[in-house]
């Protein structure tokens, strides 16, 4: 069965960075992109980077593009997210989702990003 | 960036009702929209994918429809485990695009 593991997560000051990483399980990780959905306290869903099975490509979020760097290894089978410049709008949870028929089709449980000083 | 929006932004009905959502995007996305559910706590679960067709797993009383700019979901029969909230998501274009959601209640 898939497994998505994030982790990472935590309480960080504002203007500091974070890497997340998100291990992954039960599939052949080196087949599929990879993308990273965040979600603010009570608010909706918002994508936020995606990189290709072979990281040769990677899209990212107006919100995010020049600050968030996404990455991956898929000898450990592990999605990262790095965050620099962080800010008060970008805490939230952090989902890591598996592509499956061009869009997210497996999501992972989360792991919670707090920025405040 | 393409901008999807939902209709209701909630909604009540009874178990057993037929309950639809819409989806409109902005502009013309083919078939590239996907469906998600999302109980209180919990992570997202995939529904729909290529606006019709059922993720693996999914029962058959969720169905999806529409192409271009329009969408809908359908829950042919309402039952109390889907009280939840619908999200839509365009991945025609980078940045792919959710709607706002749309949380349904039971009566």
């Known amino acids: 069965e898939v497994q998505l593991v994030e982790s990472g997560g935590g309480l960080v000051q504002p203007g500091g960075s974070l890497r997340l990483s998100c291990a992954a399980s039960?599939?052949?990780?080196?087949?599929?992109?990879m993308n990273w959905v965040r979600q603010a306290p009570g608010k909706g869903l918002e994508w936020v980077s995606i990189?290709?099975?072979?990281?040769?490509?990677?899209y990212y979020a107006d919100s995010v593009k020049g600050r968030f760097t996404i990455s991956r290894d898929n000898s450990k089978n592990t999605l990262y997210l790095h965050m620099n410049s962080l800010r008060a709008e970008d805490t939230a949870v952090y989902y890591c989702?598996?592509?499956?028929?061009?869009?997210?089709?497996?999501w992972g449980q989360g792991t919670l990003v707090t920025v405040s000083s | 960036d393409i901008q999807m929006t939902q209709s209701p932004s909630s909604l009540s009905a009874s178990v057993g009702d037929r309950v639809t959502i819409s989806c409109r995007a902005s502009?013309?996305?083919?078939?590239?929209l996907a469906w998600f559910q999302q109980k209180p706590g919990k992570a997202p679960k995939s529904l729909i994918y290529?606006?019709?067709s059922l993720q693996s797993g999914i029962p058959s009383k969720f169905s999806g429809s529409g192409s271009g700019t329009d969408f809908t979901l359908t829950i042919s029969s309402l039952q109390p485990e889907d009280s939840a909230t619908y999200y839509c998501?365009?991945?025609?274009?980078?940045?792919?695009?959710f709607g706002q959601g749309t949380k349904v209640e039971i009566k």
């Open positions: 998501q365009q991945y025609k274009i980078y940045p792919r695009t």
């Open positions: 989702a598996k592509e499956e028929m061009a869009t997210i089709g497996w």
């Open positions: 290529a606006a019709s």
């Open positions: 039960g599939f052949t990780f080196s087949n599929y992109a």
């Open positions: 990189i290709s099975y072979n990281s040769g490509n990677k």
């Open positions: 502009q013309d996305i083919a078939n590239y």
